[in-house]
């Protein structure tokens, strides 16, 4: 396979195992609360993050300075995943999903009003139409609940969590002072393990560990490695090989590895309408894929 071939296979993969966290997530979202969930959760995922950083580039002392730029990544990205699984407590996968798709957007212009970023005009286009799929599916394809704008309460609060992940993506370029990625992520997982700790340790003490379903540690342990650390693997790994663009496009299949795994799991299938929605974000993904700047020919080391 070619250089780009690998790219997209890996960012294939990554939106097939984060559409797992919505699904799984909110099979567990009521069986704990969130604030403890992730700390153990970024606990686990710095140690994976940690390891992976001492067999490569190790941690080298430089990386410690200016600890503050841990804490906002972390607390931006800790914000990110409480409010996901408050909002999985009522909110459907698939809509979940949805919202997801419109992180693009918000980082877009989180992106002009840190870094001052300017989106192509097929790009702004390809957003706006992944944004209005990502309605459809929000609003049940009901026209009449889109006017009344009503929308539901898990959808609103994973809202503003994704407003906290899109203005995370331009602040680890903003902050970072040349670390590794994988250095600057494990830093930034500690951090947020340390906020969500003191944040929720109420939560954690509260939490009878060793008796929960085994379906919140499968969960767990899937969110931790999969959904966490190997994603972060991944999405390294097809940024050394694809445009940034390219790479941000994956983020709109994600509402249709959702309906796969809803049906794996015994779940049902969506409407046809609400399917409409979901043929809109991959669309989005098309027009996102297109060339838009000449890919790396050779193959990264």
């Not at 969110?223 to 390219?246: D, E, G, H, M, N």
């Amino acid at each position: 396979m070619s250089p780009q071939a690998r790219g997209h296979l890996a960012m294939l993969v990554f939106s097939a195992l984060v559409a797992g966290s919505f699904s799984l997530g909110s099979i567990i979202a009521n069986e704990i609360a969130p604030a403890a969930l992730n700390a153990v959760r970024f606990g686990i995922a710095a140690g994976v993050i940690g390891l992976a950083a001492l067999a490569t580039t190790g941690l080298p002392r430089s990386a410690a300075q200016a600890p503050w730029r841990y804490l906002v990544l972390g607390g931006l990205f800790a914000t990110y995943f409480v409010l996901m699984f408050y909002g999985l407590q009522t909110a459907p996968p698939v809509s979940a999903a949805a919202v997801f798709t419109l992180t693009p957007v918000i980082a877009a212009f989180a992106g002009w009003a840190l870094l001052r970023q300017v989106t192509t005009p097929r790009m702004a286009l390809a957003l706006v139409v992944g944004a209005a799929g990502a309605l459809w599916v929000i609003f049940r394809a009901d026209w009449q609940a889109f006017r009344a704008f009503s929308i539901g309460g898990g959808e609103i609060i994973y809202f503003w969590g994704c407003v906290a992940h899109a203005i995370y993506t331009p602040m680890v370029r903003k902050l970072n002072r040349g670390e590794p990625a994988v250095v600057f992520t494990f830093g930034t997982l500690v951090a947020g393990c340390l906020l969500l700790t003191g944040f929720g340790w109420r939560d954690i003490l509260a939490t009878d560990w060793a008796n929960l379903p085994g379906i919140v540690w499968l969960g767990l342990f899937y969110l931790s490695f999969f959904a966490t650390a190997v994603s972060f693997v991944l999405v390294q790994f097809a940024a050394l090989r694809l445009p940034s663009a390219k790479v941000m496009a994956y983020t709109y299949l994600v509402p249709s590895w959702v309906i796969l795994w809803e049906i794996a799991l015994g779940n049902g299938i969506p409407t046809g309408l609400i399917l409409g929605g979901v043929g809109l974000t991959i669309l989005a993904l098309l027009m996102l894929l297109k060339d838009e700047a000449p890919a790396p020919q050779t193959e990264p080391k």
